[in-house]
Each structure stands twice: as C-alpha cells, then as structure tokens.
C-alpha cells in the first residue's frame, strides 16, 4: 500500500520534501511516478524514476526546481520541491509501475496509486 506525505502550506518560494512511502513491498524494483493534479484540471506527471537504472525525468514545468529520489533505507522516493510557485498548488500522488517505459508512456502504465498529499503555495 502506498501513502504519499510531506504536503503542506507554503509560502511561494518555499520548499517541501514529499515522501512515498510502501508498506509490505520494496520499492526498489519499481519505477515510481509522482503526479499532481490541481483544481479543473487534468492530472499530470511531475516526475519518475525509473527501476533499472534510478535514471529520471521530470516535466518542464518544475525542471530545475523538483528533484525525484531514492530513499532505499526508508523504502522511500521523495521529491524535493524547491522555489515552488503557487502554480504548483495540487494534490500529489505517488504510483508504481512495472513498465519499462512507464516514465513516457501513459499514466495507465502507473497501476498502484498512494491517496494524495495537499500542498498549496500561497502568501
């Protein structure tokens, strides 16, 4: 079971470390995804690590400011959120994947999902 936490209230600027975390599974041999999906719109991915090689990816929205990574003594992957905008208010999800293109491919791919975690950046 999967459970994403870390969210929070921040002012824009801020950072937050959200973690993903597994109980009664290792996430080292999964490609974890995490998403976000803000009001009105459509879930997105935000970034992914991939399990054959811990590689990443990450959208062009948050490049340069977010940072996806493994945590294999807490069974974690965190994402560490830097300089967050309020654009970035969302609930943000974890999910696992067995697909080796599931960092490009579809969020279908992605077929295990944490329940959320808020964050919203907002003075």
């Known amino acids: 079971q999967l459970q994403a936490s870390g969210g929070g209230l921040v002012q824009p600027g801020g950072s937050l470390r959200l973690s993903c975390t597994a109980s009664g599974v290792s996430l080292r041999g999964y490609t974890i995804g995490w998403f976000r999906q803000a009001p009105g719109k459509e879930r997105e991915r935000v970034s992914c690590i991939r399990a054959s090689d811990s590689s990443t990816t990450s959208a062009d929205s948050v490049k340069g400011r977010f940072t996806i990574s493994r945590d294999s003594a807490k069974n974690a992957v965190n994402l560490q959120m830097n300089n967050l905008k309020p654009e970035d208010t969302a609930v943000y999800y974890c999910?696992?994947?067995?697909?080796?293109?599931?960092?490009?491919?579809?969020?279908?791919?992605?077929?295990?999902w944490g329940q959320g975690t808020l964050v919203t950046v907002s003075s």
């Open positions: 999910a696992t994947s067995r697909h080796i293109y599931a960092c490009s491919g579809s969020q279908d791919m992605f077929l295990s």
